[in-house]
């Protein structure tokens, strides 16, 4: 009886060793920054014998039938790169991705709230120069603050019909920083020579997610045909229960802002 089952056991244990046991290492994603204008190019630094290397444009998990990353990719317009390397001796790496986003309207300032002394700038273009869009929060293109509201006025060089205004921030949930639980879209109204609440954005932030760049984005509803703006981001002043910073307050870091 014990050499009859251990026959019918053998397959199963050859099965489950010959099964891959490691996982490849991510992609190298290198590119000058997630902002552009015109086009950029994308480059995967990979380099395990017998693996591939798939991506996707559409923002959809890569799989081995996708496109094989054999060349530097050519962005040219809005577009969400999702990268992953496969192999038979090893389990997929993880998926590697970036948010690339074309130049909006044209920016001639903008003033910001006084962001921590550790995460701040001297350069008044920081928040539109087309630099970042990386995860280091210490790469110096972000603007960190630990505030209860942070406000940001835009002059655009003209009036024009705006539809959107979009925002990069860093999300980062071991250091405690996370997307605002609010954002607020003004826009500036001659008739009434006030600023309106023109746009609005809540964040429920029920689950965690994964340390990455995310793009903000509040619709302006109904169009409206203005020069100035003003954004208001409200951060969470206590981290949700289900993280083990809960009742703290959270940290807000800000990159790019851009307006459609």
């Known amino acids: ?33 997630a902002f552009f204008s ?23 998990e890569p ?13 040219s317009k809005a577009t969400v790169v999702k990268v992953k390397a496969f192999s038979n001796d090893f389990l997929p790496s993880e998926t590697v991705s970036v948010h690339f ?15 921590d002394k550790s995460y701040t700038s001297s350069n008044p273009a920081m928040l539109y120069d087309n630099i970042g869009g990386i995860t280091n929060l210490k790469s110096g293109t972000w603007l960190g603050y630990k ?6 006025t835009i002059q655009l060089k003209k009036k024009e019909k705006l539809k959107t205004i979009l925002v990069d921030l860093l999300q980062d949930e071991g250091s405690w920083i996370f997307a605002p639980e609010h ?9 009434s020579a006030a600023f ?19 793009m903000l984005d509040i619709p302006i509803n109904p169009t409206f045909k203005t020069n100035q703006l003003k954004l208001v981001l409200v951060p969470f002043n206590k981290i949700p229960d289900w993280h083990n910073g809960k009742g703290n307050h959270s940290w807000l870091f800000i990159d790019e802002i851009k307006v459609y």
Request: proline letters at 8%; hydrophobic letters at 35%.
């Open 101 to 115: 986003m074309q130049d909006g309207k044209a920016i001639s300032q903008m003033e910001f709230s006084t962001p």
């Open 1 to 33: 009886m014990r050499i009859l089952m251990a026959f019918i056991f053998l397959p199963f244990f050859q099965q489950v060793q010959s099964q891959p046991a490691f996982q490849l290492a991510a992609p190298l994603l290198k590119y000058q920054s």
């Open 196 to 214: 309106v609440l023109s746009g609005e954005h809540i964040n429920k932030q029920q689950i965690p997610s994964p340390k990455q760049t995310v």
């Open 63 to 75: 799989t081995e039938t996708d496109p094989e990353y054999l060349s530097p990719i050519k962005i």
């Open 183 to 191: 954002g607020f879209v003004y826009c500036y109204d001659e008739k």
């Open 38 to 60: 015109g086009s950029t190019l994308l480059e995967v630094n990979f380099n395990q014998p017998g693996s591939m290397v798939h991506f996707t444009l559409n923002g959809n």
């Open 147 to 152: 505030s209860d509201t942070v406000t940001i």
